[in-house]
Nanobody
Framework: QVQLVESGGGLAQPGGSLRLSCAAS????????MSWARQAPGKGLEWVSG????????YYGDSVKGRFTISRDNAKNTVYLQMNSLKPEDTALYYC??????????????WGQGTQVTVSS
């Protein structure tokens, strides 16, 4: 069965960095786009970033553009989110999600359980 397991969350200071990982199994990883989304306390789900199945295209939400970088290692079935210049408003539960196709960044069929990121001094 499909499994997505996020890791790498934690507490960071404003201006700091964290790297999230999402280990995938149960499907042909290199055939599907992957995305990251987040949900802050009391707010709705926000799409953060997505990457095509072959890594050729990456996209970012306006709130993270220039600070976050998505990447993937298809040999390791893992997608990453490097988060730099963190702000308190980045505090959220971060999820990775499997797209429906090679370039599908906004429609998903599986989600991970999430990893908490807290940005605070």
């Amino acid at each position: 069965q499909v499994q997505l397991v996020e890791s790498g969350g934690g507490l960071a200071q404003p201006g700091g960095s964290l790297r999230l990982s999402c280990a995938a199994s149960g499907f042909t990883f290199n055939s599907y786009a992957m995305s990251w989304a987040r949900q802050a306390p009391g707010k709705g789900l926000e799409w953060v970033s997505g990457i095509y199945s072959d890594g050729s295209e990456t996209y970012y939400g306006d709130s993270v553009k220039g600070r976050f970088t998505i990447s993937r290692d298809n040999a390791k079935n893992t997608v990453y989110l490097q988060m730099n210049s963190l702000k308190p408003e980045d505090t959220a539960l971060y999820y990775c999600a499997k797209g429906l196709g090679r370039g599908t960044l906004r429609e998903y069929d599986y989600w991970g359980q999430g990893t908490q990121v807290t940005v605070s001094s």
